[in-house]
């Protein structure tokens, strides 16, 4: 389910429909008290900006919009929380890697419509490509449909990207990436995420999918790699419902797809996931639930330096991956929200 966090957000009115607002976000882990976000203070979100009826505009880490737009209608945001995230989280939709020193804007609601924009500043003298992030985003949401789009464009991601969220400043010559699912590709100039996805409610059910393109550009770029300019590529398509049985008991089930590219003529690396939740709430604010993931891998992957091919192992999102080409996880919780 969600991960455990707490933190401040407030506003202030100025008058005339203007207002700043500001929001401070920690995560942790509730099972040991250990910070989370390689123990940044404030490693979800730590940002400050002015808020009207023409939009938002906030300064600071965030997310980007591949998160905002589409990595919301994935099962592991809808219900299944970060382990029922996409294999390593490939695409990001999970919010595993923030943008920090960046300018959102935010739209108002248009007639059912709403838009935004991500740009984070390189901060590099002589060079503002260099680690520079900028991602697009819409949604369209009426009555029971929901449909969003986004794209995702870092440069530099090993230090820009993968790297920021890690305590101290991040070591630009080995792979910043935890997941075995792509640590191989941390060298890559380019980080693409084109993202898209929807919701369809009819009555208690609620079906969802989600597809993204990743590509990692121009590897070796950051540091050596034996795949020195190449391009590698993942596809993944999710599909999955949910299903509120009574006011207090819903559940959901998922299925994802994650397809790699070929790396020196191997057979390409794949994963298969399925994820189900039962859940209960025994009031507004409190539940319990029984969530359960298995993830299968076959074929081949570059790896954790980059310099030769692997075999693909099950690697489900914020675990440690397994030895061999399958892994189960299942959870037992209690959340509380305030």
Known sequence: MQGSRWGLLGSEDLGSGLKTVFRLESGFDASTGKAGQGGLLFGRQAYVGLDSRYGKVTLGRQYDAVVDYVGALEAGDQWGGSISAHPGDVDNFNNTARTNNSVKYTSPNLA??????????????????????????????????????????????????????????????????????????GSAHTYQVIGAGGLYTIGPTTFGGTYSNVKFYNLGSSYASAFSGQTATFNNFEI?????????????????????????????????????????????????????????????????????????????????ASSNSNQFAARIGIRHKF
């Open 112 to 185: 059912g419509f709403t838009f935004g924009g991500v740009y984070s500043l390189g901060g590099v003298a002589g060079d503002y490509t260099r680690n520079q992030v900028w991602s697009l985003g819409g949604q369209y949401s009426s009555g029971p449909l929901v449909l969003s789009a986004a794209y995702l464009n870092v440069r530099n991601p090993n230090v820009s990207f993968f790297g920021n969220s890690t305590s101290g400043t991040p070591n630009p010559a080995i792979s910043n990436v935890a997941s075995p699912v792509f640590s191989g590709y």
């Open 240 to 320: 999955h419902f949910k299903y509120q049985i009574t006011p207090a008991l819903a559940t959901g089930l998922a299925y994802d797809y994650l397809h790699g590219s070929s790396i020196n003529g191997q057979s390409p690396a794949k994963y298969q996931q399925g994820s189900g939740v039962i859940d209960y709430f025994l009031s507004k604010r409190t539940d319990v639930y029984l969530l359960a993931v298995f993830q299968h891998a076959s074929g081949y992957t570059a790896n954790s330096t980059g310099t030769g091919v692997v075999p693909a192992v099950a690697a489900i999102n914020i675990l440690t």
